[in-house]
């Protein structure tokens, strides 16, 4: 699985971190699952400089499912978030990239959840 980090599509540029901590995170809690295999994060920047993509790109779907052909994952996730601290919205997107199929998750709360 190779988690990309998500897009900040808020206008608050400080939370851009958020997006790399939403990535980490994910690969985290799926690390010790057995059978799961979430490719860690220097991993995924050396696919990028391999395919000589900038690590900061703004990725279209495309370039995603490039990347994670070249990395040999078998589900690629993206998403986005926005929001503020008492109203705040992630959407990831998994793809599985054998099928082509794909599945979009929501969750909303305060970020502090």
Do not use: C
Not at 28 to 33: I, N, S, T, V, Y
Not at 37 to 44: D, I, L, V
Not at 50 to 77: F, H, M, N, Q, Y
């Amino acid at each position: 699985m190779l988690v990309f980090p998500f897009e900040n599509l808020s206008v608050d540029r400080s939370l851009d971190w958020i997006g790399e901590g939403i990535s980490e995170l994910i690969i985290a809690r799926l690390q010790p699952e057995p059978g799961v295999h979430a490719f860690p994060r220097e991993e995924r920047l050396a696919t990028f400089e391999r395919l000589s993509i900038p690590e900061t790109a703004v990725l279209s779907r495309a370039t995603a499912l490039k990347l994670g052909w070249d990395a040999g994952a078998d589900i690629v996730v993206t998403g986005s978030f926005y929001g503020n601290a008492d109203d705040f919205h992630i959407a990831a997107r998994l793809v599985d990239m054998e099928a082509g199929s794909s599945i979009e998750l929501k969750a909303d709360g305060k970020l502090q959840d």
